[in-house]
């Protein structure tokens, strides 16, 4: 039997005790928009929604539950998993698909993954099956941002945000899942409330190194003239540059506790966050995250590794001397 590895933390979240309560009462919606990044977490929610659809108590255990866990239930179906273009071709026979009687007779469920990436031309093709639902025929979408979902979309689904998770659950969650007390607790130190974030920050063997990988690129990118030395760095590599990213974000998370006052992410790091803190004020970290922000959604639209990596380190040195004018 397969085991969903946060099911208790899910579980206890708003968003699932909402739309659980909604099966409950018999209003289960005809479509649903989760709003979340952490992948892990939304996995595990869509695994629940479509336990609870078809077994009360959502066990884990029983027949239903079990079909829904290794993914063998005809009428549950997982569409737009990765990154890949989803057609109009491809919706229309998802449309056509959610007109046809369930296969076991009972609900029909699918879930779209990743829906911000999307074009219009399909979303505006599962439009009229969201205007005009059918019996027993639920939606469920999730995505880490609304900016490129269609109005017309969000103002027929019921929207869900999935909300960030207390770090010591995350703690207890990981170390639960096998993880060392002392890994677990520095991935929820780290995780920004995420359960994906955690557990890549958990079980990064080199975790050290990674940060130092980071932290001594920006002490030493000057200028846009650094930018050719720093791509050639394995640490933006097709394989590692979401990891990549990630720990740009915990770097300076913690540059602007430092600038704050407030305790830093990554304590042992302090002398270099404090150069950095040096270079990079306050409003030139709030402008770098929003590159960082950027560099992630070119990823998702398909942008290859060196392009980004090439976005970022010429954006930094901008931002840094952009806002030089508000250093303490």
């Known amino acids: 039997m397969n085991e969903l590895r946060y099911a208790s933390e899910v579980k206890n979240s708003s968003a699932y005790k909402a739309i659980s309560a909604d099966i409950d009462r018999g209003e289960f919606s005809h479509a649903y928009f989760i709003l979340s990044e952490d992948k892990d977490a939304v996995d595990t929610l869509f695994a629940l929604i479509a336990m609870k659809a078809y077994c009360p108590t959502a066990c884990g255990s029983c027949a239903e539950c079990h079909k829904v866990l290794v993914r063998s239930k005809p009428d549950v179906k997982y569409l737009a998993e990765g990154n890949e273009n989803f057609t109009v071709a491809e919706m229309a026979e998802v449309t056509e698909d959610a007109g046809m009687t369930a296969f076991e007779g009972g609900r029909k469920l699918y879930f779209f993954k990743n829906f911000e990436n999307l074009a219009d031309a399909p979303q505006n093709k599962l439009l009229k099956t969201l205007e005009e639902p059918f019996d027993k025929v639920h939606f469920i979408l999730s995505a880490a941002s609304t900016a490129t979902v269609l109005p017309t979309v969000l103002s ?52 050290a190194r990674h940060v130092e990988e980071v932290t001594d690129l920006l002490t030493e990118l000057k200028s846009t003239a650094d930018v050719y030395r720093f791509l050639k760095e394995g640490i933006f590599t097709k394989e590692r540059i979401e990891r990549t990213l990630s720990m740009f974000e915990v770097v300076f998370h913690s540059v602007m506790s430092y600038h704050l006052g407030l305790p830093l992410l990554l304590e042992e790091k302090k002398q270099a966050i404090a150069e950095i803190a040096g270079a990079y004020s306050l409003a030139a970290v709030g402008e770098a995250t929003e590159v960082i922000l950027t560099c992630r959604a070119r990823l998702k639209a398909n942008c290859n590794a060196t392009n980004v990596a090439d976005y970022l380190l010429l954006k930094l040195p901008e931002v840094k001397y952009k806002c030089r004018s508000s250093l303490a």
Not at 160 to 174: G, M, N, Q, R, Y
Not at 175 to 200: C, F, M
């Open 156 to 207: 027929r689904v019921k929207q869900v945000t999935l909300a960030a998770f207390p770090t010591e659950e995350i703690k207890s969650a990981l170390i639960k899942s096998g993880v060392p007390a002392e890994r677990a607790e520095r991935g929820a130190r780290l995780s920004q409330g995420s359960l994906t974030r955690a557990r890549e920050f958990a079980v990064d063997e080199d975790f």
